[in-house]
């Protein structure tokens, strides 16, 4: 396009300042963006991988806390209650910390219309033996129809059976330590622990089934019985603690207030509180795909802001043909900054297409991932679709891209129309 045919071009009343119309303008830098097709079209794939690796990036980050969020909420409960003493002493005998008379407290709680269950858990430790030989256990008693009921299959059963509520002296063991101690679903093993008065006690239990957690370290040493089997073998009538499930997890935070001022002598904390993986891992994406968007965010101001220079450079004399005409420099700010936004627009809802795929393509074909470190059991490889993620990620391409192009267009706008005309 010729100096004349692009002043030709411009809005009506453009060398006269009138007022400002965008279509005109968008318009105007449309055609400019088409002038040199293929450093558009370079530009605009940059723009587009860019903003699907942050987009994906992302939406893995989400997807994880999510999962993890849910995990733990199912794991210890949406809400933990116990004594004080319990989360920041260490017991000199078991169920020094332990809660007296759990029954009352849970039929107490579960009149708020908000808590769909309470779960009872005795955490111990000693030692379990198959008469030749011993190790030690890690211990866990629970009401197992409640506790499979609400948590669903947290457990994968690799033989027998799970526990169920009035079977007592039955236990579940590890995969790692059934290997261990050479048991099978009816072997009998005992039981061996301190009593809450510091005595011995010894109890002879039969294996219901065999399980895997996923975590081979806890598969070697993790029990699970029912809440009267461990009673009887620790002499008490207390548990460490009671699960509170409630809802949904937006229920966390105003239900914990609550049941803070209803029982004010225990201490009431959130399942986020108990999640130190959680939190790590949350930590830690933040941190790398954090940087990541920051680096890709950089590599497309760069990209945009090289496209937006070279076209300037070449149009030198154009836009010095444009000033004699009586452009104001403003005015082609603006029209480079359109470019710019027009380039990033494209490139940012491209690349917004391709995360959409993807994501939609992984739910229709599955892609497992290794199991990460310390774990035996992949999973799933997902990317949530956030609409503020999305928007977010839109909005700062846009922005970036013609900020980008309105700074390098100024310096040329602004120089002198003789020196701008003889330009070569």
């Known amino acids: 396009m010729s100096s004349q045919r692009m002043a030709a071009a411009l809005p009506l009343g453009t060398a006269h300042g009138s007022t400002f119309s965008l279509w005109p303008w968008l318009k105007f830098a449309w055609l400019n963006t088409l002038r040199n097709r293929r450093r558009s079209a370079v530009t605009v794939t940059i723009a587009a991988l860019g903003t699907a690796a942050i987009l994906l990036a992302g939406g893995f980050a989400l997807y994880t806390y999510e999962g993890l969020a849910q995990s733990s909420a199912?794991?210890?409960?949406?809400l933990v209650i116990a004594k004080p003493e319990q989360f920041t002493k260490d017991e000199d005998t078991p169920l020094q910390h332990g809660l007296d008379n759990f029954a009352a407290m849970k039929a107490k709680l579960l009149v708020d219309d908000r808590v769909r269950q309470v779960l009872p858990k005795i955490e111990f430790s000693g030692l379990i033996s198959n008469g030749d030989k011993s190790t030690v256990m890690m211990a866990t008693g629970i009401d197992p129809d409640a506790?499979?009921?609400v948590k669903g299959p947290f457990l994968k059963v690799l033989q027998g059976q799970v526990l169920a509520s009035g079977e007592t002296l039955r236990v579940m063991l590890g995969e790692g330590l059934a290997r261990s101690l050479k048991a099978t679903p009816g072997s009998s093993l005992t039981l061996?622990?301190?009593?809450?008065?510091?005595a011995l006690n010894a109890l002879d239990v039969t294996v219901a089934g065999i399980f895997a957690t996923g975590i081979a370290d806890v598969d070697k040493r993790l029990v699970y019985t029912d809440i009267a089997t461990a009673q009887k073998l620790l002499v008490t009538q207390r548990v460490s603690s009671l699960g509170v499930f409630l809802d949904r997890m937006e229920s966390t935070d105003p239900t914990q207030s609550?049941?803070?001022?209803?029982?004010?002598a225990l201490q009431v904390r959130t399942?986020?509180?108990?999640?130190?993986?959680?939190?790590?891992v949350k930590a830690l994406y933040n941190r790398i795909f954090g940087a990541l968007g920051l680096i890709i965010g950089v590599i497309?101001?760069?990209v945009v802001t090289n496209a937006m220079a070279m076209a300037i450079i070449e149009r030198t004399r154009e836009i010095g043909t444009l000033r004699a005409l009586g452009t104001l420099p403003s005015q082609l700010v603006r029209s480079f900054a359109l470019e710019g936004l027009l380039l990033g627009g494209a490139g940012a809802l491209v690349g917004t297409a391709i995360a959409l795929a993807v994501a939609?393509?992984?739910?229709?074909?599955?892609?497992?991932?290794p199991p990460p470190p310390g774990r035996n059991v992949g999973y799933p490889l997902q990317v949530a679709i956030d609409a503020p993620l999305y928007l977010g990620t839109l909005a700062a391409m846009l922005l970036l891209a013609t900020i980008a192009s309105a700074l390098v267009a100024r310096r040329t706008v602004n120089k002198?129309?003789?020196?701008?005309l003889a330009h070569v």
């Open 271 to 280: 399942w986020i509180d108990e999640a130190s993986f959680y939190r790590s």
């Open 74 to 78: 199912r794991s210890t409960g949406h």
């Open 147 to 149: 506790e499979f009921a």
């Open 258 to 264: 609550r049941l803070r001022a209803v029982l004010p």
């Open 416 to 420: 002198p129309v003789v020196d701008a």
């Open 360 to 369: 939609v393509g992984l739910l229709v074909f599955p892609v497992q991932m």
């Open 300 to 302: 497309v101001v760069f």
């Open 192 to 198: 061996l622990a301190s009593t809450t008065d510091g």
